[in-house]
């Protein structure tokens, strides 16, 4: 969270978001991702309107974070992406997409003891 914040600062601050994205790509060394820092990166290419190398990160931090709620919150991060480029077809899918993972059921049941 240390990092997405002093990133958040500089664009914040200064406007700078190429000075933030930098604070993303300079992490210690073994520093674990997450979908926060993963939307973060999104996010500091999408105000540059790079929407190739937007679609290229989701789809990537899609596959690294496929389960849970980490899985909706990369569903949601791809449609903004698609969303903001124009796309609002493949935005349309991906929305859906993220709505059918918060209403499937569980996979699994707790073993209930007798």
């Known amino acids: 969270m240390?990092?997405?914040a002093l990133s958040t600062?500089?664009?914040l601050e200064n406007g700078d978001v190429r000075a933030a994205s930098g604070v993303l790509d300079n992490m210690a060394r073994g520093t674990p991702s997450n979908t926060l820092l993963a939307n973060?990166?999104?996010d500091l290419l999408?105000?540059?309107r790079d929407f190739v190398a937007a679609r290229a990160?989701?789809?990537k931090f899609a596959c690294e974070f496929g389960t849970g709620h980490?899985?909706?919150t990369m569903a949601m991060s791809r449609a903004n992406v698609e969303w903001l480029a124009g796309d609002k077809d493949a935005a349309h899918a991906f929305y859906s997409g993220a709505i059918h993972l918060l209403i499937k059921p569980p996979t699994t049941t707790l073993a209930v003891e007798t």
């Open 70 to 72: 980490a899985a909706i």
């Open 57 to 59: 990160l989701a789809a």
């Open 9 to 11: 600062i500089d664009v």
């Open 46 to 48: 999408l105000y540059r």
């Open 40 to 42: 973060a990166r999104i």
């Open 2 to 4: 240390a990092y997405v």
